[in-house]
């Protein structure tokens, strides 16, 4: 099926920098996903867009419909020789609750659902390893996020690209500084 399917393939982009890695995301709305990856100290560049889903080419307003089955994702360049994959995975889990299926606060559909989309087996391992330790944490709290390879990811619309960073629409520029900690005001 997927050979005759675009957006089922594997994810075949390749960083810039070939001592890089990509790492992928789901996580909510993002727009506050990406910004908190963009202070993350070893990574170099990110962009939000759209993956796991079954139509080929997908734009925002299709994937808000909910019949494509994207998530809103964000695809995060590395540098691993500075920041190591764990402390991307400290950062997904600490940005959202994985326990909410389909769903982040106030944002509702298959969209926001929680995820980790890996490039190779190493970030497989890590991401089930870390996701074991959260759920020992959460206790009774039951985490649905999904851990499978990601696939073909289509970049989204240049607006939604670092927007908060830009101002997310009402003019609050937000702070992508490396190590920045302020709290992320996703009010766009």
Not at 20 to 38: M, R, S, T, Y
Not at 102 to 112: K, T
Not at 155 to 163: I, N, T
Request: charged residues 25%.
């Amino acid at each position: 099926m997927a050979a005759n399917n675009p957006a089922l393939e594997p994810d075949q982009d390749h960083p810039e920098n070939p001592a890089h890695e990509f790492a992928q995301f789901g996580a909510g709305c993002f727009w506050g996903v990406e910004l908190a990856f963009q202070r993350v100290v070893g990574v170099v560049k990110t962009e939000v867009g759209y993956s796991q889903g079954h139509v080929p080419d997908p734009n925002y307003r299709l994937v808000c419909s909910g019949t494509t089955n994207h998530v809103e994702v964000i695809r995060v360049q590395f540098d691993p020789q500075v920041c190591q994959y764990t402390n991307l995975l400290s950062v997904f889990w600490g940005r959202h609750d994985p326990t909410t299926l389909n769903r982040q606060g106030g944002d509702v559909g298959a969209q926001y659902r929680s995820g980790i989309y890996y490039y190779n087996e190493t970030q497989a391992r890590l991401a089930r390893e870390s996701m074991e330790a959260k759920q020992l944490e959460l206790k009774d709290r039951k985490i649905v996020t999904e851990i499978l390879p990601a696939k073909r990811f289509y970049r989204a619309e240049e607006y939604h690209q670092q927007y908060l960073e830009k101002g997310g629409g009402k003019g609050l520029k937000q702070s992508a500084e490396k190590g920045c900690n302020d709290p992320i005001r996703c009010n766009g």
